[in-house]
Nanobody, 125 residues
Framework: QVQLVESGGGLVQAGGSLRLSCAAS????????MGWFRQPPGKEREFVAR????????YYADSVKGRFTISRDNAKNTVSLEMNNLKPDDTAVYYC??????????????????WGQGTQVTVST
């Protein structure tokens, strides 16, 4: 089993920045990739970004490309999401996710085995 704990959410004005962190514990050596999803109010959960643990290869949703950066520290078993130039549409509960799949995750939530509890990000106008 793997446990994920997010931190770093909060309230920020449009154009501002926030950094989310996710700490993994347990059988972290089984993980092939970690990612971030978000669920805006009244909407479905959506993919934000993912990073493969070994290669560091990253992939982003078009809506955040160029504004968000995902990174990892395998020694500390953490993954971070640096969010810049935030917009009101970025308001959501953000979830950290991790997968043991050999192909290393993707954009679909069902491909991830473990989830954090979520952290709220609110962007005001």
């Amino acid at each position: 089993q793997v446990q994920l704990v997010e931190s770093g959410g909060g309230l920020v004005q449009a154009g501002g920045s926030l950094r989310l962190s996710c700490a993994a514990s347990g059988r972290t050596f089984t993980l092939s990739a970690m990612g971030w999803f978000r669920q805006p109010p009244g909407k479905e959960r959506e993919f934000v970004a993912r990073i493969r643990r070994t290669s560091g290869d990253t992939y982003y949703a078009d809506s955040v490309k160029g504004r968000f950066t995902i990174s990892r520290d395998n020694a500390k078993n953490t993954v971070s999401l640096e969010m810049n130039n935030l917009k009101p549409d970025d308001t959501a509960v953000y979830y950290c996710a991790a997968t043991t799949l050999a192909v290393g995750g993707g954009t679909r939530a069902e491909r991830y085995d473990y989830w954090g509890q979520g952290t709220q990000v609110t962007v005001s106008t």
